[in-house]
C-alpha cells in the first residue's frame, strides 16, 4: 500500500476530528450527516476513507429520507458497501423513524389537531410503498395511550377491521380513537372505502361509547383529515 493510501484512513487522523471520538466528546448533534454515516459505514476501501465514502452517499442521495427507500441495487456503484454495510445504515434509519412514535406514546403526548398527529406519523407514512393503518388511542384527556398498525396492505388498499379496533379500544380503556393511513400514490383524496369505513367505524363508535375523532390520510407532505372537513 502506498504512503497516500496510508494517510486516507480516520486512524490516522487527529483524535478531536475522527467521527466516533467526536460523537463521545461532543455528541451526536455535533456531527455531521456525513460524519454520522462513516460511523455506520466502519470502513472505507483503498485510497478512500469511510468519510470519504459517506459524502460520496450523501451527495447521491441527498437526505437520509431519500435513502431509507432506495432499491438495494442503487447501492452497488458505490465499492465497499455491499449488503451487510446497507442493512445497517437501513436499519438505524428504520429505528430513528420508529423512535418519533414510541416517544408520542411513552410521552402520552396531547392530541389538539390533526396537524399534531400528521407531525408524529407523516415521516414514517409518506414514502412508503404501501398501505398501512395505524389508531391512536387516545385517553380522556386526549393523550396517547398508544399507537398500533390494524392493517397493512397492498399499494392501494389496506382494510381495518372494525370489530377489533373498537375491541383493542375497550382493552386499552381508551376513550377515543385517531385513525391514519397513507396513500402511496399521494392522492390524499379519500376513496369510497375510505368514507364507507369511516362512517361505519364512526357509528360503531358511538354504540361502544369510543369517539372516533379523526380520521387521516398521509400523503407525500400533504395529508387529508376527516375531521378539519367536517365530515366527523
Same mark, same amino acid.
Given at each position: 500500500?502506498?504512503?497516500k493510501?496510508?494517510?486516507?484512513?480516520?486512524?490516522?487522523? @487527529?483524535?478531536?476530528?475522527? @467521527?466516533?471520538?467526536?460523537?463521545l466528546?461532543?455528541?451526536?448533534r455535533?456531527?455531521?450527516?456525513?460524519?454520522?454515516?462513516a460511523?455506520?459505514?466502519?470502513?472505507?476501501?483503498?485510497?478512500?476513507? &469511510?468519510?470519504?465514502?459517506?459524502?460520496?452517499i450523501?451527495k447521491?442521495?441527498g437526505?437520509?429520507?431519500?435513502?431509507?427507500h432506495?432499491?438495494?441495487?442503487?447501492?452497488?456503484?458505490?465499492?465497499?458497501?455491499?449488503? &451487510?454495510?446497507?442493512?445497517?445504515?437501513?436499519?438505524?434509519?428504520?429505528?430513528?423513524?420508529?423512535?418519533?412514535?414510541?416517544?408520542?406514546?411513552?410521552?402520552?403526548?396531547?392530541i389538539?389537531?390533526?396537524?399534531?398527529?400528521?407531525?408524529?406519523?407523516? @415521516?414514517q407514512?409518506?414514502?412508503l410503498?404501501?398501505?398501512v393503518?395505524?389508531?391512536?388511542?387516545?385517553?380522556?384527556?386526549?393523550?396517547?395511550?398508544?399507537?398500533?398498525?390494524?392493517?397493512?396492505?397492498?399499494?392501494? +388498499?389496506?382494510?381495518?377491521?372494525?370489530?377489533?379496533?373498537?375491541?383493542?379500544?375497550?382493552?386499552?380503556?381508551?376513550?377515543?380513537?385517531v385513525?391514519v +393511513?397513507? +396513500?402511496?400514490?399521494?392522492?390524499?383524496?379519500?376513496?369510497?372505502?375510505d368514507?364507507?369505513?369511516?362512517?361505519?367505524?364512526?357509528? &360503531?363508535?358511538?354504540?361502544?361509547?369510543?369517539?372516533l375523532?379523526? +380520521?387521516i390520510?398521509?400523503?407525500?407532505?400533504?395529508?387529508?383529515?376527516?375531521?378539519?372537513?367536517?365530515?366527523?
Amino acid at each position: 500500500m502506498s504512503k497516500k493510501s496510508k494517510l486516507t484512513g480516520i486512524k490516522t487522523w @487527529p483524535a478531536a476530528d475522527r @467521527p466516533r471520538e467526536k460523537l463521545l466528546k461532543k455528541g451526536a448533534r455535533a456531527l455531521t450527516n456525513s460524519e454520522l454515516l462513516a460511523i455506520l459505514l466502519r470502513t472505507g476501501t483503498k485510497g478512500s476513507s &469511510a468519510i470519504d465514502l459517506a459524502r460520496k452517499i450523501m451527495k447521491k442521495f441527498g437526505t437520509f429520507r431519500n435513502m431509507l427507500h432506495v432499491d438495494v441495487r442503487d447501492w452497488k456503484e458505490f465499492k465497499g458497501v455491499g449488503n &451487510a454495510k446497507v442493512a445497517h445504515i437501513q436499519s438505524a434509519l428504520e429505528i430513528g423513524r420508529r423512535f418519533r412514535e414510541d416517544e408520542a406514546s411513552t410521552g402520552k403526548q396531547k392530541i389538539s389537531t390533526a396537524k399534531d398527529i400528521v407531525d408524529i406519523l407523516l @415521516p414514517q407514512l409518506r414514502d412508503l410503498k404501501t398501505e398501512v393503518f395505524k389508531v391512536l388511542y387516545l385517553n380522556s384527556n386526549n393523550r396517547i395511550i398508544d399507537i398500533t398498525d390494524a392493517a397493512i396492505g397492498t399499494v392501494n +388498499h389496506a382494510m381495518p377491521i372494525v370489530r377489533e379496533i373498537i375491541h383493542s379500544a375497550l382493552q386499552k380503556f381508551a376513550v377515543s380513537i385517531v385513525c391514519v +393511513h397513507n +396513500h402511496p400514490s399521494a392522492n390524499i383524496t379519500p376513496s369510497t372505502q375510505d368514507k364507507k369505513f369511516t362512517k361505519e367505524l364512526n357509528d &360503531a363508535g358511538k354504540l361502544m361509547e369510543i369517539k372516533l375523532i379523526d +380520521h387521516i390520510i398521509i400523503g407525500d407532505d400533504k395529508y387529508y383529515s376527516f375531521s378539519d372537513e367536517g365530515i366527523l
